[in-house]
């Protein structure tokens, strides 16, 4: 995950699927915001930020175990807001760094993961 988009990937004995779900705040709403005003644009990119987050929220508390990994400290952010509600305290959440990776990669990942688990 990034501060663009996720990749949703649930551990399964099936074939892997990836879910993606992207951040509102693209580069093309940064432009057009900053364009108007810097303080506009940190404003706008906290609330969409704050939405994709509550958004990632939504489908992680339908789990036991999840993993966080990327290449950004999106991954640390979400973490934190997650931590702070309650809803999430059982849940047992890992944090990982790790480079930018093709789906197969990405997968791979996840399976050895949740194999040693």
């Keep these: 995950m990034d501060h663009s988009s996720a990749h949703l990937i649930e551990f399964t004995t099936d074939p892997i699927e990836t879910k993606i779900i992207d951040s509102e705040f693209t580069h093309h709403v940064k432009e057009q915001s900053l364009g108007k005003s810097e303080n506009l644009m940190h404003n706008k990119e906290q609330h969409q930020q704050s939405a994709y987050y509550k958004q990632l929220?939504?489908?992680?508390?339908?789990?036991?175990?999840?993993?966080?990994?990327?290449?950004?400290?999106?991954?640390?952010?979400?973490?934190?807001?997650?931590?702070?509600?309650?809803?999430?305290?059982?849940?047992?959440?890992?944090?990982?760094?790790?480079?930018?990776?093709t789906e197969n990669q990405e997968h791979a990942f996840v399976r050895e993961h949740f194999s040693r688990s």
């Design 57 to 101: 929220g939504e489908v992680i508390k339908n789990y036991e175990e999840v993993i966080l990994f990327g290449p950004t400290n999106a991954k640390v952010e979400l973490f934190n807001t997650l931590k702070a509600d309650h809803l999430f305290e059982k849940i047992k959440i890992t944090i990982k760094q790790a480079d930018k990776m």
